[in-house]
């Protein structure tokens, strides 16, 4: 029996609307490592090219060199947040990974009895939901009248996020991730079916802009817990041991440092000891 000629399918070529060379790839891939630490693998190019493309057709560009044309222009440094927004993703809700809470409100009352004030870093705040949660645990580890003052800082790299985070205004369907009874407690409804953290709540909370890979943070003060949980995925190894080694002097010496579950920093040992499920410690001198 003869056997008939393999069949060979004609390889399909998806157009795009406009051209992305592996040139305009690699200009991307270095200028968000440069300013944002971001390490993007070859592998992302087709996510690249979906997350951008919405920005080159709003601002009328003709592709992608001229995106990165714009980027790297003076014009263009307002439209950097929006680039660095677009290729990350910022995905939170009320009490992500919730196992750290407890840890937290453990720790803060530990603290406390040494210390009336307590100081917690959001070192990727987004949104807010995640500062927020930080201030409604260190609130509900203190029940009575006698509270210690407690302060959040929120930092993240983009400033549309910030303000966000600085009203507290989240819809109905993230209000309803909160454990029960917290909504009504630390929330007031608004007239169009949203909530508004309230003031008190508000008040324990200072956004403000810090790219973590910039040389000169404008923190100085010491806190108890430093949060930084799914930002550091995006760098590489070098990057995210920078970035520990410069948290390491601003972790009070019993303070806790609570990373992303996917996220690793065994290469760190010289600056922090694992000290249960992505807790970590100052390591032992």
């Not at 990165?68 to 263009?76: A, Y």
């Not at 987004?126 to 800082?153: Q, R």
């Not at 007031?188 to 956004?207: E, H, N, V």
């Not at 190894?237 to 303070?255: I, S």
Request: glycine share 6%.
């Amino acid at each position: 029996m003869n056997k008939l000629p393999p069949v060979v399918l004609p390889k399909i070529e998806f157009s795009r609307e406009f051209a992305f060379s592996d040139a305009d790839f690699e200009r991307i891939r270095k200028l968000i490592y440069k300013e944002a630490g971001i390490s993007l693998n070859p592998s992302k190019k087709d996510m690249v090219y979906g997350r951008l493309v919405r920005r080159i057709r709003e601002l009328k560009l003709p592709g992608f060199a001229a995106y990165v044309d714009f980027l790297e222009s003076i014009s263009g440094k307002r439209e950097f947040e929006q680039f660095v927004n677009a290729l990350t993703t910022n995905l939170t809700f009320f009490f992500r990974e919730e196992h750290h809470f407890p840890i937290l409100a453990e720790h803060l009352k530990k603290k406390a009895a040494a210390s009336g004030e307590l100081a917690i870093w959001c070192a990727a705040s987004s949104t807010g939901e995640e500062p927020y949660s930080l201030a409604i645990t260190a609130l509900e580890a203190f029940p009575g009248t006698s509270k210690p003052n407690v302060s959040v800082l929120a930092t993240d790299l983009d400033t549309s996020v910030l303000e966000t985070g600085r009203k507290g205004i989240y819809p109905a369907d993230k209000i309803a991730r909160l454990p029960a009874g917290h909504a009504v407690k630390y929330f007031d409804k608004l007239p169009d079916g949203s909530y508004q953290a309230k003031q008190a709540l508000r008040s324990m909370i200072t956004f403000q802009r810090l790219n973590l890979i910039e040389s000169n943070w404008s923190v100085r003060k010491q806190f108890d817990a430093i949060f930084c949980r799914n930002v550091m995925i995006y760098f590489d190894r070098d990057t995210q041991f920078g970035v520990l080694k410069r948290f390491a002097p601003l972790l009070k010496p019993d303070g806790l440092l609570f990373v992303g579950h996917s996220e690793n920093f065994y290469f760190a040992s010289d600056y922090f000891h694992l000290r249960g499920k992505t807790v970590y410690e100052h390591a032992k001198k």
